[in-house]
């Protein structure tokens, strides 16, 4: 039940915010490399994403726990559809973790120059940087 209404209120707090992004904006300042550190489950994970002009994105990903220390990629093709960032991975080094044909859809609820803020299909905020 607590999940029910923390998603319900999750998804009204983000439907408010995402009449601020712009299709224009997301166009802007989405191109260039985006880093975030989350911890996840007792791991950490660095993730770098690169999103090129052309439409192509790579990921490079470190994952650091109890187990160890591991690392992988991903590429793929990425276009905006609404407030939406819709990727379809294209190549991957870790199919267990990011499978060739799977797709993503973030929804943006902020960007600038600097900082791109969206929550995940998961419903998890997450805020990247730019280099």
Avoid: C, H
Avoid at 90 to 107: A, R, W, Y
């Amino acid at each position: 039940m607590k999940k029910v209404i923390l998603s319900i209120i999750l998804m009204l707090v983000s439907q408010v915010t995402f009449a601020e992004v712009s299709t224009m904006e997301l166009e802007k300042y989405l191109p260039g490399t985006w880093n975030v550190i989350q911890e996840i489950s007792g791991d950490r994970i660095e993730s770098k994403t690169t999103y090129k002009k052309d439409g192509t994105v790579t990921y490079d990903i470190k994952v650091t726990s109890s187990d160890g220390k591991s690392e992988f990629s991903a590429e793929g093709k990425w276009k905006i559809d609404g407030i939406q960032v819709v990727v379809t991975i294209t190549k991957s080094s870790s199919p267990d973790f990011m499978k060739v044909g799977e797709v993503i859809k973030d929804s943006a609820t902020f960007i600038d120059a600097k900082q791109f803020s969206y929550v995940d299909e998961d419903g998890t905020a997450v805020t990247e940087y730019k280099d």
